[in-house]
Antibody, heavy 122, light 109 residues
C-alpha cells in the first residue's frame, strides 16, 4: 500500500524557516517524481515544487523560487521541502504527492499525503 | 502561463441526477488534463487523467471528455458521497507548472 506521511509543519514567524518531510512507503521511491502542493485556508490548490526521480532536476513555482528548496533522500525514502524567508502568504496545508507514472515529469499526482499545516504569523 | 477556468463555481445536484463540470484552458494542453475530488479535511483524490482515463478504483459513473482547451467532468448518477470540491489540473507546460483551476464546489441537493 502506497503511503505518504508528512511531518515538520508548525508555527513560524515571518522571515523564519521550516523543513517539511514526507516519508514514503509501499513503492519504489527512487522511480517516481515527487512534488509538493499547498492549500491556503479556504482556498484552492497551488503547486509548489517538484523533483525528478533521481533528484537531479528540481522545479519551482515563481511564488517560492529562491526561498524554498526541494530534495529527496533515497536511502530514507523521504522527500523534503526546506522553506526559508517565510511570508504570511505561505500559510497553508502542504501536501506531498507522487507523480503517476515511472520517471516521467509531466504527470498528474496519484497519491497524496494527509498534509502538514504551516502557519506564518507575527 | 496557462490559466484554467472552471465553471460553475458551485453546482447543486440531486442524487441520481447528472452533474456536468467544465474546465477551460487559456491555451491547448494537448489532452494533459486531470480531475481531482477533494472532501473537507482530506487530501485531493485523482479521478481522471489524460482528459478521459479513470484512475485506479474510480467508479464508472465518473467520466471525462474534451481536448485542446475545453474539458468536461461528468458524474452520470450522483451519489451522496460525491459532494466536495472538484479541481482540474494541466500538466502540459514546460518547465512544469501543474496549474490547477479554482475549483467547482459540488453540493448534494
Amino acid at each position: 500500500e502506497v503511503q505518504l506521511v508528512e511531518s515538520g509543519g508548525g508555527f513560524v514567524q515571518p522571515g523564519g524557516s521550516l523543513r517539511l518531510s514526507c516519508a514514503a512507503s509501499g513503492f519504489t521511491f527512487s522511480s517516481y517524481v515527487m512534488t509538493w502542493v499547498r492549500q491556503a485556508p479556504g482556498k484552492g490548490l497551488e503547486w509548489v515544487s517538484a523533483i525528478s526521480s533521481g533528484g537531479s532536476n528540481t522545479y519551482y513555482a515563481d511564488s517560492v523560487k529562491g526561498r524554498f528548496t526541494i530534495s529527496r533522500d533515497p536511502s530514507k525514502n523521504t522527500l523534503y521541502l526546506q522553506m526559508d524567508s517565510l511570508r504570511d502568504e505561505d500559510t497553508a496545508v502542504y501536501y506531498c504527492a507522487r507523480g503517476r507514472a515511472l520517471i516521467a515529469v509531466l504527470m498528474p499526482f496519484d497519491f497524496w499525503g494527509q498534509g502538514a499545516p504551516v502557519a506564518v504569523s507575527s | 502561463d496557462i490559466v484554467l477556468t472552471q465553471s460553475p463555481a458551485t453546482l447543486s445536484v440531486s442524487p441520481g441526477e447528472r452533474a456536468t463540470l467544465s474546465c477551460r484552458a487559456s491555451q491547448s494542453v494537448s489532452g494533459k488534463l486531470a480531475w481531482y475530488q477533494q472532501k473537507p479535511g482530506q487530501a485531493p483524490r485523482l479521478l481522471i487523467f489524460a482528459a478521459s482515463t479513470r484512475a485506479t478504483d474510480i467508479p464508472a459513473r465518473f467520466s471525462g471528455s474534451g481536448s485542446e482547451t475545453e474539458f468536461t467532468l461528468t458524474i452520470s448518477s450522483l451519489q451522496s458521497e460525491d459532494f466536495g470540491v472538484y479541481y482540474c489540473q494541466e500538466y502540459s507546460n514546460w518547465p512544469p507548472r501543474y496549474t490547477f483551476g479554482q475549483g467547482t464546489k459540488l453540493e448534494i441537493k
